[in-house]
Each structure stands twice: as C-alpha cells, then as structure tokens.
C-alpha cells in the first residue's frame, strides 16, 4: 500500500488567527477611507463621529506638540470644562472656514457680565497670544489626542479619494491574479510530487 507524504495539516486556530487579522485590517482600511471620503463630501462644520471630529494640523504654529501633518481628534462641546492649558480647536472667525488649534492661555467666564464664557489663546511657538477673543459659540472643542502624520494620507484621500479608489480596484485585482498563480503552483508542485511518490518504491510499505 502506498503512502504520499503530504506533510502535517495547518493548525486552525493559525488559519482562524490569520482570517481574523485581515479582516481587522481590511474594515480599518474601508472605515479610515471611508470616513475620510464622507468628510470631505460633507461641507456641514457640525459634522462628527461618535462625538469626535479630527483635524490635520497644517501650520507650524503648536510645534514641537503638534507638528504639521498630524490629525487631531477633538471632542465636540464641554466647553464649560475648558481649563487653562488645554488645547482648542476653533473657527476664529464666526463666517469663515477656517479653524486653529491652540493652547488655552485664560478663561474669561461670564465677559463683560454677557454670561458668555471666552477664551485667550496662543500656539505653542508663537512668541506672542492670538490677537482675537475666542467666544464659546466659535470652540468647536478640546483636543484628546493625536496621531503623527496621519493627517497627509487624511488630506490626500478627501482631495484625491478617486485616486484611491482606482488604486483599491487595481490592488484587488493583482491579489486575485497572484493568488490564482501561486495557487496554479502549488497544485502542480503537488501533482508532481504525488506522480513521483506513487513510482519510487522506496516509499511501498507492506502492511
């Protein structure tokens, strides 16, 4: 009776392990385009999600905190829980489309006995404090955190998001064509080594 060596079965918890990472890579892709797609076709300021809005930081002006290029997620509202020292984002004119983020220097609650809370705000580098008062109505919220330079792929998805996907499609179909080769492949190998197997005697055993 003849007996082809087949080498040992792959472990499924590998297989389910490896499954589970490229599906966990592939719905952070979709959501990370995704989101920044969806950005960038909505022009509404109040846009958000789950409560977050992020920004790309495209001045020096919170270096070395902040560096151009990084995406800052803010916290929409809880203004009234702004302290000195926080970092800000907001729209420094009440008509434009414009917004900075800079650190908190001082809280003028209740200015000018208007009940309306204002803001004194600086950036990091800047020798000198913003010029302007910064009303409640104009903070769009407190920064929480940021990611290195993750602002440039930001920017290049929203104002090139077709390039995107064109190069999404086109990668699609490259990992489809090598996996039918190296798939072609290994079935011929596998041929190959069973067609040997079955004529070399060394491998008969008697039972």
Partial sequence: MSRSNKGPPEKKGYLVYAIVRRLIVLMFCIAL??????????????KSLLGYRYYTVITPSMEPN???????????????????????T???????????THRVTQKLSDYQNTGVT???????????EDSFLVDEDRVIGRVTFRIPKLGYFIRFVQLRWYYILALAVMLGIALKLLKMYFSAADEETQDTAEH???????IIEKE
């Fill in 33 to 46: 385009i995704g989101g920044a797609v969806l950005f960038a076709a909505n022009t509404s300021p109040n």
């Fill in 118 to 128: 204002c803001f004194k705000t600086k950036g990091d580098a800047n020798n000198t």
């Fill in 196 to 202: 040997t197997q079955a004529n070399d005697p060394k």
């Fill in 90 to 100: 907001f729209n420094p004119s009440s008509d434009g489309k414009a917004y900075l």
């Fill in 66 to 88: 902040y560096n151009v290029g990084d995406l800052v997620f803010v916290k929409v509202g809880g203004v009234r829980s702004i302290e000195v020292g926080d970092v800000i």
